[in-house]
């Protein structure tokens, strides 16, 4: 009698065991594997979210690297890697040294500065005679243009008027009959991206002016 009844009790523990993949466990395995799969599709919203992140700080960095590197070429045009270094070292020379004392850079000496623009030479000027190539340091198959303008228009190249005590004044394109233009070398090309400019702000007698150096 015990027997039987220690032998149905194993039974019911084995049906007990059986009952463990029942409808209702099975339900909540279902459950669970909801869960699961939410939180996999919540994983996978994250990556996408983190991809969006990246892709924006890269184009912000190359929107920002393309604006900047432009302006690094500054104060020179589009041009020539060699022509850029040119137009550089020239500009520096006249402005520095060659048109004015090395004491006072950017401050140009009237004597010189005339007499350079008329293509002349005199003692005690850092210059040659010849071409404005020539007398700038570049060689023969450079074409160069250098020129004295205004500081706040740079069409209006600077006249000098030997007259009276003498000045510099903005000038038409041929200046006032006895004055002298401050520009030497030929024609600048109009087409866009033939020349490369270098550019320093200088004074010459009191007057505040940009000397160009263009080169092609």
């Known amino acids: 009698m015990f027997e039987s009844t220690s032998q149905e009790s194993g039974s019911a523990d084995g049906a007990g065991g059986a009952r463990r993949t029942t409808p209702d466990d099975a339900a909540r395995h279902a459950g ?5 799969t939410h939180g996999h599709h919540g994983r996978r919203g994250q990556t996408t979210l983190d991809f969006a992140v990246g ?3 890269f184009l912000i960095v190359f929107i920002s690297v393309f604006i900047f590197v432009p302006g690094t070429l500054q104060p020179f045009a589009e041009g020539g890697q060699e022509e850029i270094v040119s137009a550089n070292r020239v500009a520096d020379s006249l402005s520095e040294s060659v048109l004015g004392d090395p004491a006072t850079p950017h401050v140009l000496n009237t004597t010189c500065t005339v007499t350079f623009f008329k293509g002349n030479t005199t003692k005690g000027c850092a ?3 010849g071409d404005v190539s020539e007398r700038i340091g570049v060689n023969d198959r450079q074409f160069a243009n250098v020129r004295i303008v205004n500081s706040s228009n740079s069409k209006d190249v600077l006249c000098w008027n030997p007259g009276g005590a003498g000045k510099f004044e903005e000038g038409d394109p041929d200046c006032d ?3 002298i233009r401050m520009e030497a070398g030929g024609n600048p090309p109009q087409a866009s991206g033939t020349a490369v400019q ?3 702000i ?6 505040n002016a940009t000397l160009i150096v263009e080169l092609w």
């Open 32 to 36: 669970s594997g909801v869960a699961e």
């Open 127 to 129: 210059f040659g005679g």
């Open 202 to 207: 200088v004074q010459i007698r009191e007057t």
């Open 198 to 200: 270098a550019r320093r």
């Open 177 to 179: 009959p006895g004055e």
């Open 55 to 57: 892709v924006s700080l």
